[in-house]
C-alpha cells in the first residue's frame, strides 16, 4: 500500500495484529483501507487541499 508522496505528512501505514495493513489518519487515528478514502477525510475532515486530486480519482 504505497502513500502518496503529498500525503505522507498526513497519513501513515500501520499494520495491525492480524497482518492487516490500513493507512491511518496521523491527525485523529482514524483508520482507511484506501488511499481514496483516506483522502477523502482529510480533505472532507481536515480541509486538506492537497489530498483533493486523491479523493476525485
Ligand atoms: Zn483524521
Given amino acids: 500500500m504505497e502513500i502518496p508522496q503529498d ?3 498526513y497519513l501513515q501505514v500501520e499494520v495491525d495484529q492480524w497482518d492487516v495493513a ?3 489518519c496521523i491527525k485523529c487515528k482514524k483508520r482507511f483501507f484506501t488511499v481514496r478514502d483516506a483522502a477523502i ?3 472532507r475532515v481536515h480541509g486538506v ?3 483533493q486530486k ?3 480519482t
Fill in 41 to 43: 477525510h482529510l480533505y
Fill in 22 to 24: 490500513h493507512i491511518v
Fill in 49 to 51: 487541499k492537497v489530498a
Fill in 7 to 9: 500525503l505522507k505528512s
Fill in 54 to 56: 486523491y479523493a476525485e
